[in-house]
Structure formats: C-alpha cells, structure tokens
T-cell receptor, first 116, second 115 residues
Framework: GAVVSQHPSRVICKSGTSVKIECRSLDFQATTMFWYRQFPKQSLMLMATSNEGSKATYEQGVEKDKFLINHASLTLSTLTVTSAHPEDSSFYIC????????????FGPGTRLTVL | AQSVTQLDSQVPVFEEAPVELRCNYSSSVSVYLFWYVQYPNQGLQLLLKYLSGSTLVESINGFEAEFNKSQTSFHLRKPSVHISDTAEYFCAVSSMNTGFQKLVFGTGTRLLVSP
C-alpha cells in the first residue's frame, strides 16, 4: 500500500497560539510531500511543496513565516501554523509521492484546525 | 498554467442508475489526469488515473474515465451506482511544466445517491 497518516486529526486552539501538524508516510519513503488547504465545500489549494533536507517551496500568496514546514526525514513532514487566527481555521491535508515515482500523490486523512 | 473545470457541483442520482461526472481541463502541454474521491470527514483517495497508453482507465469499484485529448475532457462514469458511492469527487491534473508533480484540482462534484 501507500499509506499516509496525519496527526492530529482535529485540533482546537486559542487565537495567537501555534499548532503543529505531522504528516507521515507509513510504508514508503517520500522525498517530496505536499501541503494543501481545503475550505468548506471548496477544492484543495496547494500551499507548499516540501522536500526532504531542503527548504519548502511555497505557492504564491502563502506566507512562509506563517506556515512553517519542516521535512526532516524521508517519512515525516510537519506544518506549523504560527500565531494562529480564526481565519486560519481550515482542513489541512498532506500528500506524498511514493519513492521516486512522482506521478501519483497519496493523501493523508486531513487535520481539521479550529482557531477560537 | 493548468486549470480544471468541474461544471456540476452536485449530481443527484438514484441507486443503480448510471452516472457521469464531467471534467474538462486546460493545458498547453502534456498532462496526467486523476480522479480522487473524498468521503465525509476523510482525506482523498485515488480512484483512477491516466498517465499514458489506453485512453480508457478503470477503477476496482466499477468507475471508468476516458481521456479525450481533442475535447480536453476526462469524464468519470459508472453504469450502476450504489448508496456507498455518495461522496465528493475531485478531478485533478498535473503537467510537464512542473515535472508532473503539482496537482491542480477542480472544485469537486458531490455525488448524492438515493434509494
């Protein structure tokens, strides 16, 4: 299989706090991972591409100081939402390419972030 | 830049009826095409994909999609749907411009199957 997990599945935090979301590839190595954001009843929007051992590449309009990405190993990427505000409330989804096969992304189950 | 259009935001259908979910894309270079399914409160699952070769691709649960280059379409079909097929379906494209790595998604089509 190609299983991607995310933790936590749900998180509620107060405005101004930081939240870390983990994305793990459980049964394969992922050189590249992707972070998406999905608003209610809307499509997924790519936020950034995370490469193991190097800096993430952010899409236009995404604040890199707001959404910190660390891809420290071939099976783990983390997204930290710093100083979260209510407008950051969303569904965050990660995906990964399996090994060197870059044609297909496998998605995690998502993390529902609610900022009060 | 690539774009994906899913004109139908919602498709209601009765159980055992056929269904077609439409997807059109825009790209000036070679593309890969994907259909993903999202069940309530879950992440996306790959349903099927077209990379090359036969233009008709099938999934294990009875869905199929046909790549039509001249019409720039990749419509998803199933001859007989089940209640359990109720979900959100996303069409996505990647292109040679980004090494086929970045996915661009359509806005999704909610398939509602009723008894």
């Amino acid at each position: 299989g190609a299983v991607v997990s995310q933790h936590p599945s749900r998180v509620i935090c107060k405005s101004g706090t930081s939240v870390k979301i983990e994305c793990r590839s459980l049964d394969f190595q992922a050189t590249t991972m992707f972070w998406y954001r999905q608003f209610p009843k809307q499509s997924l929007m790519l936020m950034a591409t995370s490469n193991e051992g190097s800096k993430a590449t952010y899409e236009q309009g995404v604040e890199k100081d707001k959404f910190l990405i660390n891809h420290a190993s071939l099976t783990l990427s983390t997204l930290t939402v710093t100083s979260a505000h209510p407008e950051d409330s969303s569904f965050y989804i990660c995906s990964a390419n399996r090994d060197l096969n870059t044609d297909t992304q496998y998605f995690g189950p998502g993390t529902r972030l609610t900022v009060l | 830049a690539q774009s994906v259009t899913q004109l139908d935001s919602q498709v209601p259908v009765f159980e055992e009826a056929p269904v077609e979910l439409r997807c059109n894309y825009s790209s000036s270079v070679s593309v890969y095409l994907f259909w993903y399914v999202q069940y309530p409160n879950q992440g996306l699952q790959l349903l099927l994909k077209y990379l090359s070769g036969s233009t008709l691709v099938e999934s294990i649960n009875g869905f199929e999609a046909e790549f039509n280059k001249s019409q720039t379409s990749f419509h998803l079909r199933k001859p007989s749907v089940h209640i359990s097929d109720t979900a959100e379906y996303f069409c996505a494209v990647s292109s040679m411009n980004t090494g086929f790595q970045k996915l661009v998604f359509g806005t999704g089509t909610r398939l509602l199957v009723s008894p």
